[in-house]
Nanobody, 124 residues
Framework: QVQLVESGGVLVQAGGSLRLSCAASGLTFSSYDMGWFRQAPGTEREFVAHISWTGGSTNYANSVKGRFTISRDNAKNTVYLQMNSVKPEETAVYYC?????????????????WGQGTQVTVSS
């Protein structure tokens, strides 16, 4: 079955950097769009970034543009989220998600498969 396993969540100071990874198995990774979402307590799951199956197209939430970078290594079946200049309000559980093709990349419902999440805590 499809498994997505996130890692890299840590406690980091505001303004710092970290990189999240998501290792995929049970699917032909190079044929799947990938996305990152986040969810803070008491809030809805929020779109962060999306990358097409080829890696040739990326999209970001306005709040992270210029600071976060999504990338993928199809040889390693892994998608990454490089997070720079992080802010305390970005403290959340970060999830990766996938689907064969995503029409509305910002919509969580478009993604069929989800990881268990990794906690990112940004201290002020």
């Amino acid at each position: 079955q499809v498994q997505l396993v996130e890692s890299g969540g840590v406690l980091v100071q505001a303004g710092g950097s970290l990189r999240l990874s998501c290792a995929a198995s049970g699917l032909t990774f190079s044929s799947y769009d990938m996305g990152w979402f986040r969810q803070a307590p008491g809030t809805e799951r929020e779109f962060v970034a999306h990358i097409s199956w080829t890696g040739g197209s990326t999209n970001y939430a306005n709040s992270v543009k210029g600071r976060f970078t999504i990338s993928r290594d199809n040889a390693k079946n892994t998608v990454y989220l490089q997070m720079n200049s992080v802010k305390p309000e970005e403290t959340a559980v970060y999830y990766c998600a996938s689907n064969r093709w995503v029409a509305t990349m910002t919509a969580a419902a478009e993604y069929a498969y989800w990881g268990q999440g990794t906690q990112v805590t940004v201290s002020s």
